[in-house]
């Protein structure tokens, strides 16, 4: 009997390591280095780009990634990638939050975990006045720019399935050969072709935003799949942010009054997890 408790005693202390592995999760990880690696496209103003004096990462997804950073109490530490590099660096583990103008939609779910929607937006087209395009169909048969690897692309060959769809690594690539004269539109969230235009100076006058939009677009920082934990501790952040304030103040900060931009009042919140249509 004592020598049958002893072996049950040591394939126990065998498997502990084992079992202690198996039942970590990605929160504890990020915790016990002290850091959380947030993926940023560091391209996209106002969500995250560079501050050309102190050549850090700042913006609106920067703020809410650095408050999580901050809920969890550990160093935030930011990665920039490609669109298309999004959802496959998460999924290998290169970076543990995405934080990179991330449309929360049903093909993407089946990948990867959302937060609660923290930005509603929606694509649009800004097209070379010259071009004489008017409205959507217009673009049938023409060159449209926008950038690789997220919804821009599929969302525009719904709406236009004849227009020819030229993509670019970056939205600063797209955009640019939009200004060279290579295309007649350039797709892009609603919001960041508001940026766009507000770098043009005099030379917005060229260029005109047509009136549809491709579709409806929740934004959501990303999570790997089945993390129950770090999603937990992301949303109760969010939320936090929403009861105190600090989410209107980042909005009017960067989106609203207070910014470039100058958007209208905020219409949403953070409480509910939104999917593209």
């Known amino acids: ?139 049938a048969g023409r060159k449209v720019l926008t950038v690789k690897g997220g919804t821009q692309e599929p969302n525009l060959k719904r709406a236009v399935p004849t227009a020819q769809v030229v993509t670019f690594e970056n939205t600063q690539q797209a955009f640019q050969t939009l200004r060279q004269g290579k295309g007649v539109g350039y797709v892009n969230d609603e919001s960041s072709l508001y940026s766009d235009i507000g770098k043009l100076g005099p030379q917005a006058s060229e260029y005109v935003l047509l009136p549809e939009n491709l579709n409806f677009e929740p934004l959501a920082l990303g999570i790997r799949k089945g993390e129950k934990a770090l999603k937990a501790i992301v949303d109760a952040t969010l939320r936090e942010m929403e009861a105190n304030g600090d989410a209107e103040r980042l909005y009017e900060r960067w989106w609203g009054q207070q910014s470039r931009l100058k958007f209208a009042k905020r219409t949403f919140k953070f409480d509910s997890d939104q999917v593209a249509q």
């Open 1 to 139: 009997m004592i020598h049958r408790l002893h072996r049950v005693l040591l394939v126990a202390a065998l498997l502990l390591p084992w079992l202690n592995t198996a039942l970590a999760d990605q929160l504890d990880d990020i915790r016990k280095k002290g850091e959380i690696v947030i993926g940023v496209l560091g391209t996209d103003e106002p969500n995250s780009f560079v501050d050309p004096k102190t050549r850090g990462y700042i913006g609106y997804e920067v703020d809410l990634a650095t408050a999580i950073a901050k809920k969890i109490g550990v160093k935030p530490v930011f990665r920039q990638m490609a669109v298309a590099a999004r959802i496959p660096e998460l999924q290998q583990g290169r970076v543990d939050l995405l934080a990179a103008s991330l449309t929360h939609n049903k093909e993407r779910e089946a990948q990867i975990d959302f937060s609660l929607t923290h930005f509603i937006t929606g694509s649009k087209v800004l097209v070379v006045k010259r071009s004489g395009v008017q409205k959507l169909s217009d673009l």
